[in-house]
């Protein structure tokens, strides 16, 4: 269930849920239960004071935080302090939250002397469950069904989370699969630089092994790139493709700037080929005027699919 808040290898909580519960569970009376909302403070609470902690403790040692606060996940819990501060309706709201305990952390490191020294990634798991979102936008039935992310914005002023990307979480459009990347290294990652390298999640493994000189074993990492290099500003092409998938199992592939998408419920069963240097929100499939790439690119992804990686 995601219900369950753990510290260490223990359940110590349960999270309040409008999709899950834990009603099934026994002897679990003595778990602190944590409404929505409260949760995101709680959450960076603990992690400044692990920070503060590991300094304390274990100073002169490197430390890991992964911090993942399940915002701006639907449901959308705004604390009160937050409802109301932005004109992208409860969703844009939330999003001001996390930013604003981002910062809290960014702060801890601060007082604890660390920010010179310590790499922060941030990054999303998929892209947003709203296309548009505003003031007025009523986000009372929404679901994590994809036929109900779908809100109705009849205002002027109006965010898009996806900006221009086709698509939503849970699909296998841009809008679903190309997220922010963000790096902080002072010293190390020159700031305000942008690379357009292809890079996934699965490559935060084998980097930070780079990033604390540990060599990884033969079976670890598979399809894990060390992209270390890039984050440095080198311009080398490490990844020359990544696997995408969407949640209901529609798999595809991007290489350099070319992107096909195997026949799926969501297309139809027609394949799609996109170019995205020249048509970023996915609205020309060129499957059937190109079909030798779209034969090459699906070959490929077969190819990796069954290896099991794309080294």
């Not at 941030?122 to 109900?148: H, I, M, Q, Y």
């Not at 002027?156 to 699969?177: C, D, F, I, S, Y």
């Not at 390298?197 to 930070?208: E, G």
Request: proline share 4%; glycine share 8%; hydrophobic share 35%.
């Amino acid at each position: 269930s995601e219900c369950w808040v753990l510290e260490g290898n223990n359940v110590m909580g349960i999270l309040e849920h409008d999709y899950y519960n834990v009603d099934a569970a026994q002897n679990k009376e003595h778990l602190r239960f944590f409404p929505r909302e409260q949760y995101l403070s709680f959450l960076t609470d603990k992690s400044s004071q692990f920070m503060t902690d590991h300094v304390d403790k274990n100073k002169d040692n490197p430390f890991f935080l992964y911090y993942a606060p399940y915002v701006p996940h639907i449901p959308l819990a705004v604390s009160d302090k937050f409802i109301g501060s932005t004109d992208a309706g409860l969703y844009g709201d939330y999003v001001h939250e996390l930013d604003f305990n981002i910062g809290k952390l960014l702060k801890t490191l601060d007082s604890l002397q660390l920010t010179e020294n310590t790499l922060v990634l941030f990054a999303s798991d998929n892209g947003s469950t709203f296309t548009a979102t505003s003031r007025e936008t009523d986000f009372s039935k929404v679901s994590n069904n994809l036929n109900e992310m779908e809100v109705e914005v009849a205002d002027q002023l109006v965010h898009n989370p996806n900006g221009e990307l086709r698509g939503t979480k849970q699909t296998a459009w841009e809008g679903g699969v190309r997220t922010p990347f963000i790096a902080r290294w002072p010293g190390k990652i020159a700031a305000n630089t942008i690379s357009k390298q292809l890079f996934a999640l699965n490559d935060v493994m084998a980097t930070l092994a780079a990033v604390l000189d540990f060599n990884l074993k033969e079976n670890e990492g598979v399809d894990s790139y060390n992209m270390l290099p890039v984050l440095k500003g080198g311009d080398e092409k490490i990844r020359n493709s990544v696997v995408i998938q969407s949640s209901r199992g529609a798999k595809g592939l991007r290489m350099g700037n070319w992107k096909y998408i195997e026949p799926n419920g969501a297309n139809k069963g027609k394949g799609e080929l996109y170019n995205l240097e020249n048509d970023l929100s996915e609205a020309n499939n060129l499957i059937d005027s190109l079909p030798n790439r779209a034969q090459e690119l699906k070959m490929a992804l077969a190819t990796i699919v069954q290896g099991h990686s794309s080294k």
